[in-house]
Each structure stands twice: as C-alpha cells, then as structure tokens.
C-alpha cells in the first residue's frame, strides 16, 4: 500500500515536471539571469564583464535617473487614475446590461486589440499634430483660434496611456461586477440604504477586487511603455522603461539596464504589496 | 387582531407580457402572521417585493399604517425581508451583517454592539458575531438573515420562502423557532411559502394565490375544512374532489347523487337547486371506508381497493369507483384489512365534505 502511495506521488511530481521546466526556463531563469546581470560590469566594447560589482545600482542614485523615476511615477499615478475614473464606470454599466449587448460590447472592445497598439498610437499622431484631425476640428467650430501643438507634449503621452491601457481596467472590472450577486445591493436597500450607500457600502466594496487588478494591470505598464512615451511625447516626456529600453539598444549597457529593470521590479512589487495592505483586499482579481 | 398594518389595494403588475398580479386586494392586521401559499410563478414573490419597495406596480395602491407608500424607495419603509437566498453580505462579518441598518442610522458604537448582541441572543447565535458568512452552516446562515432583519425592530416582517434550502428536520424546528420569534417580538409576519403544511402550521391567516389572484384568504382551519374552490382543496391537504348532482338541500346539508351512490356535503357557499351539477372535496383521512361483500348500499360509494402505500407512517388505500374516478383515504399506522381487491364502501360525515366552486354566499 504504502509503495502505491508513493508511485502515486512519484507520478504525479513527474506529471507536473513539465510544468516546473517551464516555469524555471521561462520565469525564474530570465529574473535570475537579469539579476545577476545586474552586478557585473560593462566591457568596454560589446557585452558584459564577469566582475563583481554594485557601481549599476549606485549609478541609478543619480540625480537625472531619480528625476525619471519621479516623473515615472507621476504620471503612472496619473494615467492609473484616469483609467479608473473612466473605466470602473463603463465595466460596471457594462456588466449591468443585458445579455446580447454585453456581448456586443465586449466585441468592440477587442477589435483594436486585433491591430498592432503601435499602429494605433501612429493613429493619434495624425489627430495630435500641429493642422492635424483635432486641430482643424477645433479650429473649423471656433472653439481655439490657432494650432494647440498638441503631439510631443505630456497630454498626448498620458493620452495615448489611457487609451492603450483602458481596456484592461474595463475588463477586470467588468469582469467582478459581473460576479456582483445583485440581491445583496436589494437587501442593503431593504434594510436602509439609500442607492448611493448601498452603493459604496455592498458595490463597490464587493468589486474591489477587479478594480484593483485594473490598477495593477495598468500601473506596471505605464511606468514602462517606453514607446507610448516616444511616439507621442517625443524626447519630452523620458520613463524608466524609456530608459531600460536605451540603455539596452542604443548604450549597449545590459548591467545598467539590468539593475534598472530589478528596481522597476521592486519598487512595483512594494507598490502592490501597500495597496493590498491597505485595503486589505486578499485576492486580485485574476491575476495573484 | 386589532388594527390595519396594511394594505394592498387592486395592485396589478406585468413583466413583459405575462400579468404576474391581477388586481390583488390584501389587508394584513398589526401582529398577525400571515402566510402568501401558492407554487411558483403565482405572484407571491412580486407580492413581497411591491411591499418592501424593491418592485413598483403598474396600479394600485400600498398603503402602510394609512400611509400611501406605493412610490416610495425602500429604505424609507419601516419593512424589512428575508431573503429566500439570505443575501448575506459577504465581505462582513456577522456582527457587521446585524448592525447594517443600525450603523446606517448612524447610531452610536456601544448601542449598536448592544442591538446585534440581543439580536443574536433571539437567534440563539451568541459568539458568532466575528465569524464571516462563508464560514457559516446553511441553518445559521438563515438565523443572521433573521436578526439583520430584525435588529431594526420593522413594523412588518416580510420572509420570502426562508427555509426553502434547509433540510426537513431543521425545516420544522426553524417553523416553531420563527413562530416563537413572532410572538416574542410582536412584528408582523408576511411570510412566503409554497409548503401547504408549513403554511397551516405557522400562520394566524393563509392567503392561497394562484396566477396572480387570491383564490382564498382565512384562517388555516377554514383554509383546510372549508375550501372554496377545487384549487384551493387540491393545493392545501389534497382533498378528493368529486361531482354530482344535487338530489335536494336540507339548510346547508346537501344530498348528491353521484353514478356510484348517494353523499351528503356542507354547503357554505351560494345555495343550490336541485338538478344543479356540483362539485366537492373530503379530506382522505375523513372518509369512513368498510368491506361490503353485497356490492350494494342506501348510502355512500362504492369501489374497489386498487392499492395500499405506506409513506411516512400514513396508509394510503386508493379506491376505484365504478366509472373509472379514483378517491383517495389516509389512516394513521398500518391496518390489514380491506386488501387490494376487495370490494369496499366509501361514506363521510355531512359536517366533513364541502361544496366547492361556487363562490360567495349572497346573504
């Protein structure tokens, strides 16, 4: 019996082998890979030196790369906010509707997705430009009397953020108001609440969990989507990920890049790690 | 019974196209607990929901205590549910479940605490307060539904089939616990059931609806004796329900002539003549039944006994008429005698059968 037993869980920690490769090529080996290439140095030419040391990480204490962080952060607070504003909203009336048009809904928020985000961002240049879709607009119903310049400003980044992140908060929220047992909302009406406490009380608290994956969801990735930032914010508006991105193709300096990317890593991670601790919500909807 | 608490006055509502109420009339007494019976899609839950305010009608009127409350939003009445899933919150604790409504009036901390611990002591659930829903049986589940409702002390009670998911011992053992409750805290009771038995046993009233209308409304004896149409006698005990046509009537003693015999019923209805086609119902368990070896009586019916079934400590004996109807009779423990087979003759106490599908005495 006992030998049994043992093949049993024998077969099936071999079952699960694949699983464990998988997870050790494609997610622990690239982090410990990145980490280690954090503390070597930089050949002179082309690549990377085996020597020891932590000159990577001192480096990123300079003043013009804190002074990327900060603007980093900033506007991922901003973009994070604005997604939220508008897309815990539209997911909750989405979930609200019936059946068939959820669906239809749900279809027209994938088609952008079908095209490369790089194409539709070229798509806001065109609106964006000095003479550009916007501009003419404007100018044509006399609401502006010249050119706003529009494209290459920090509006235009946070724009173009928004709109390349917005379907992920959407989704996870959607995704939990869906879940919403709308009976609780009737009983917290039932016993005394009016519709705008029912909702924060029972609502809101019950979707939390999507919104805050919505956060996360699209937090990480506006602190890093270097090519947003490039496309419409010129050499304007620089993000650690813009940095990471340089500093890996153009300076040819992988440990600096490397170091980079580990404190992007942490400082998100520490930022997820508060977020839940204040509101002390256990699972992300989805994603942990 | 003293006085009017509410009333629903020629309330009708439709969802779509399917008329859920027909123009209901209802009046419910201060203390009373009454019961809406009847299967599902008869109306009662549109019932419940157009008291408590979650669901409008499209006419008539709610009146509460005198006042016109039909368009008024539901926090605003003095009336809370059970609901039949408990819609308990889960992100709350139990204590926070009870104190809802109280933290809601913005009542202070030490008098809130105060409330959900009484409410707990009535719902026996004393030290569960810092348990979550989810950690929670089905049976105590029902109880912190009970005592949210409740804490807020509501003029009327409203409970939408609320041991619906409990198994049957805890079922009944809930029935005295909430009969207790309602005399104990003297709210009226507004309760919802498609369980004829759990409707007789608890209710001071039973209203039985049907598509949207209330086929009668009384006490659970005069529900149960004296049914007034063949719904109401088939849905509450399931009476036999047999036609015949009326030989004469002796004040409300009414002699009937039916193909296989002569009965006698009450009738508390509209009077009848003679000639007239009518129908009745007896309960299974009042029908006398007796071998008869010479297949011929002044009185009663005669049959066969096609069957004997045992459920639940009761016997069944179904018995075939002549002409094909089949009637049921009940008794207590097992009895031997008549066996499948045997010829049997089938007679009532007059007081025990009643007409029915008449409607209402003019007098």
């Known amino acids: 019996m006992k030998g049994r037993t043992g093949l049993r869980g024998r077969a099936a920690a071999l079952a699960l082998l694949p699983i464990y490769f998988t997870a050790l090529v494609f997610v622990v080996g690239p982090l410990a890979y990145m980490l280690a290439l954090s503390f070597l140095s930089r050949a002179e030419t082309w690549g990377v030196e085996l020597t020891f040391t932590v000159r990577n990480y001192l480096g990123i204490l300079a003043p013009v790369y804190l002074q990327t962080f900060r603007q980093s952060l900033r506007l991922a607070f901003l973009c994070t906010t604005l997604i939220a504003l508008i897309g815990y909203p539209f997911g909750y009336f989405m979930a609200r509707l019936p059946q068939k048009w959820r669906r239809i809904l749900s279809f027209f928020l994938v088609i952008p997705i079908w095209t490369s985000s790089l194409m539709r961002l070229y798509g806001w240049i065109i609106i964006f430009r000095a003479g550009g879709v916007l501009d003419s607009l404007l100018m044509k119903t006399g609401v502006v009397q ?59 608290r019950l979707t939390m969990p999507g919104l805050l994956s919505g956060v996360v969801l699209t937090f990480i990735p506006s602190m890093g989507l270097f090519f947003v930032a490039d496309i419409l914010g010129g050499n304007k508006v620089v993000l650690v990920g813009s940095v990471i991105q340089e500093q890996l193709m153009k300076a040819h300096n992988w440990p600096f ?32 | 019974m003293s006085e ?48 408590s305010g979650l669901e409008s009608p499209d006419s008539g009127r709610v009146l509460l205590e005198g006042k016109d409350v039909t368009w008024e939003e ?129 209710s001071d009233r039973v209203a039985v609806m049907r598509d949207g209308r209330f086929e009668q ?44 015999g002569v009965v006698w019923a009450r009738n508390l209805g509209a009077p009848v003549i003679s000639g007239q086609t009518v129908t009745l119902a007896v309960h299974s368990e009042q029908v006398n039944i007796e071998k008869n070896s010479q297949g011929y009586a002044a009185a009663g019916l005669l049959g066969r006994v096609r069957e004997k079934t045992l459920a639940g400590g009761m016997l069944r004996i179904m018995v075939e008429l002549g002409n094909g109807e089949e009637l049921t009779v009940s008794r207590c423990g097992i009895s031997t005698d008549p066996e499948p087979g045997d010829t049997v003759l089938l007679d009532w106490n007059t007081q025990d059968a009643v007409l029915i599908d008449l409607g209402e005495a003019t007098a």
Not at chain 2, 22 to 46: A, M, N, P, Q, R
Not at chain 2, 164 to 186: H, I, N, T, V, Y
Not at chain 2, 219 to 244: H, R, W
């Open chain 1, 146 to 204: 010249q050119s706003l310049k529009l494209l290459y400003t920090y509006p235009a980044v946070v724009t173009g953020m928004v709109y390349v992140l917005l379907p992920f908060m959407i989704y996870s929220v959607y995704a939990s108001a869906e879940k919403m047992d709308w009976n609780l909302v009737e009983a917290a009406r039932d016993l005394g609440a009016g519709k705008m406490q029912a909702f924060f009380t029972i609502t809101f």
């Open chain 1, 257 to 288: 890049a490397a170091a980079f990317s580990v404190v992007l890593m942490i400082l998100t991670s520490l930022l997820i790690y508060l977020y839940r601790r204040i509101t002390k919500v256990r699972d992300l909807e989805g994603l942990v």
């Open chain 2, 4 to 51: 009017l608490i509410l009333q629903l006055e020629q309330v009708t509502k439709s969802f779509g196209e399917s008329k859920v109420l027909d123009g209901i009339d209802l009046s419910v007494y201060s203390g009373e607990f009454i019961t809406l019976l009847g299967s599902s899609g008869c109306g009662k839950t549109t019932t419940l929901r157009i008291i």
């Open chain 2, 74 to 202: 539901p926090n605003k009445r003095d009336v809370n549910t059970v609901f039949q899933n408990y819609a308990l919150f889960p992100h709350m604790t139990v204590e926070e479940n009870i104190g809802y409504s109280l933290r809601l009036k913005k009542r202070k901390k030490p008098e809130i605490w105060e409330e959900v611990q009484k409410a707990l002591t009535l719902v026996q659930l004393e030290g569960y307060e810092h348990r979550m829903p989810h950690e929670l049986s089905g049976g105590q589940r029902q109880r912190v539904a009970i005592a949210r409702a409740v804490v807020n002390r509501p003029r009327i009670l409203l409970l939408d089939e609320p041991l619906g998911a409990l198994d049957l011992q805890l079922r009944r053992q809930m029935q005295s616990e909430l009969k207790r409750l309602q005399k104990q805290l003297g709210i009226t009771f507004i309760y919802i059931t498609h369980d004829q038995e759990e409707a007789l046993n608890m």
């Open chain 2, 217 to 260: 409304i009384g006490s659970p004896d005069e529900i149960y004796n004296t049914p007034k149409t063949s719904f109401v006698a088939g849905f509450v005990g399931s009476a036999n329900i047999l036609q015949g046509r009326v030989e004469y009537a002796e004040g409300d003693k009414v002699c009937l002539r039916h193909p296989q």
